[in-house]
């Protein structure tokens, strides 16, 4: 097919590469926004076509309420993607992105548009979901207090009360989207799939990580990075360099 990607507010394309081979879409973090992946972007290209997903309540999308539900984050991801543009398109999300990542992954297996891997990031397999949080009814102070603690942003961010203001609706909205999500029983991927983690994570314990392997019938690699739950941060290029060596870039 030749459609194009039907971006509108849900794709961001910081380094357009519409000659490139394979397209990776990442998905964000809770809290998180489409520019988190623009380094990933701009190392990538040319070789890939990098599209971040933007998700509704933060940056250019403020005055959007933050989606409910897991599932409406992947209704406007694959809804953005249009059809199928004949590239092989892999998949990459960190922390609550690897678990949009993996329902959008069954989504398009489903679809016949299987992707040609799943990245999943920090975060523990469907079989271990759940580590008895309740952040989205947290008070103000103790969500901010257990974000802080991932040390995933500028800790300056909280000591700014009118970006308080601006970050914690979409925060709450997406830890409530996280914390409500129930997997299926039997979902399985036919894809292979790449976990990342640190072996340091405080809610990513090395041994949830490496239950990925049972949610795909396809062969699974679990690497193990030093740092904590945003270990990317300082690993990008380490990173980058697994992405490069399983889309053959």
Not at 58 to 63: E, K, L
Request: hydrophobic content about 40%; aromatic content about 6%; overall charge negative.
């Amino acid at each position: 097919m030749t459609s194009a990607v039907n971006s509108g507010v849900w794709i961001r394309r910081y380094r357009p590469a519409p000659e490139a081979a394979v397209r990776l879409l990442c998905l964000p973090h809770a809290g998180g926004s489409a520019s988190y992946y623009l380094p990933v972007a701009q190392a990538l290209a040319p070789d890939a076509d990098v599209l971040a997903a933007q998700y509704p309540g933060r940056q250019d999308r403020y005055a959007e309420p933050p989606a409910e539900s897991i599932a409406e984050l992947v209704e406007g991801v694959v809804g953005a993607l249009g059809e199928d543009d004949g590239r092989p398109l892999a998949v990459f999300g960190h922390s609550m992105g690897a678990v949009v990542a993996n329902e959008l992954a069954l989504r398009l297996e489903a679809a016949g548009r299987a992707p040609v891997r799943l990245f999943v990031s920090g975060r523990r397999a469907p079989s271990t979901q759940g580590d008895g949080r309740k952040l989205h009814r947290a008070s103000d102070a103790d969500l901010i207090e257990a974000v802080r603690r991932l040390d995933g942003t500028d800790g300056l961010v909280f000591e700014d009360e009118e970006l308080v203001r601006l970050v914690l609706p979409a925060l709450r909205g997406d830890y409530r989207a996280l914390e409500t999500y129930e997997p299926r029983p039997g979902d399985r991927l036919a894809c292979p799939v790449t976990v990342l983690t640190g072996d340091a994570d405080p809610v990513t314990p090395v041994a949830y990580a490496r239950a990925w392997a049972d949610h795909t019938d396809g062969p699974t690699e679990v690497c193990v990075f030093p740092g904590g739950h945003f270990y990317l941060n300082d690993r990008a290029g380490e990173v980058v360099d697994v992405v490069r060596r399983h889309l053959g870039l």
